[in-house]
Antibody, heavy 121, light 110 residues
Framework: EVQLLESGGGLVQPGGSLRLSCAASGFTFSSYAMSWVRQAPGKGLEWVSGISGSGGSPYYADSVRGRFIISRDNSRNTLYLRMNSLRAEDTAVYYC??????????????WGQGTLVTVSS | QSALTQPASVSGSPGQSITISCTGTSSDVGAYNYVSWYRQHPGKAPKLMIY???NRPSGVPDRFSGSKSGNTASLTISGLQAEDEADYYC??????????FGTGTQVAVL
């Protein structure tokens, strides 16, 4: 059974940092691209970042480029999102999603339950 | 990358058919057959309903169908059921950023 479990969310002050993790199981992790998608309270979905199965090709939305870093450890079946210089507008539930071979091409067929990040003083 | 445009809300009676549109540009929806559709119930993670414009993942009822014409993709739900009341989002591969979502559509079953 495919499972994705996010962790690492919480309350952080503006300008602070957090690292989210997404532990994957039930499939060959390195064979799939992965993405982070967020949803601000009461708002729609926003694609944030994606990475190829090998980890060699990271992609970012303009809203987070230069502040967020996506990475993966295929030996630990874990996806990460390092978030720096956090702003109030980064407050959202962050989901990790399994993609196909190409980020953004075939959609996220499995999603985690999400982890809430709140940026506030 | 601007969000794809969807109607804010669509409604229908049980058993009816509804269609949700998703309008993009020649750099995303119009350029690639990589449009996906998701259903999201309140407080839950999104669920993939359609991928690559018109393909259904295993387990998704054939009441759900997708199509595309030019820069606009569409999701049709036939035989509307109470469980279909949810938010629906489209997404597309793009030439500038791998992925962009639509603005979302709230479906009401009257």
């Amino acid at each position: 059974e495919v499972q994705l479990l996010e962790s690492g969310g919480g309350l952080v002050q503006p300008g602070g940092s957090l690292r989210l993790s997404c532990a994957a199981s039930g499939f060959t992790f390195s064979s799939y691209a992965m993405s982070w998608v967020r949803q601000a309270p009461g708002k729609g979905l926003e694609w944030v970042s994606g990475i190829s199965g090998s980890g060699g090709s990271p992609y970012y939305a303009d809203s987070v480029r230069g502040r967020f870093i996506i990475s993966r450890d295929n030996s630990r079946n874990t996806l990460y999102l390092r978030m720096n210089s956090l702003r109030a507008e980064d407050t959202a539930v962050y989901y990790c999603a399994r993609e196909g071979v190409i980020v953004g091409a075939t959609g996220g067929d499995y999603w985690g339950q999400g982890t809430l990040v709140t940026v506030s003083s | 990358q601007s969000a794809l445009t969807q109607p804010a809300s669509v409604s229908g009676s049980p058993g009816q058919s509804i269609t949700i549109s998703c309008t993009g540009t020649s750099s995303d929806v119009g350029a690639y057959n990589y449009v996906s559709w998701y259903r999201q119930h309140p407080g839950k993670a999104p669920k993939l309903m359609i991928y690559e414009v018109s393909n259904r993942p295993s387990g998704v009822p054939d009441r759900f169908s997708g199509s595309k014409s030019g820069n606009t993709a569409s999701l049709t739900i036939s035989g509307l059921q109470a469980e279909d009341e949810a938010d629906y989002y489209c997404s597309s591969y793009t030439s500038t950023s791998p992925s962009v979502f639509g603005t979302g559509t709230q479906v009401a079953v009257l």
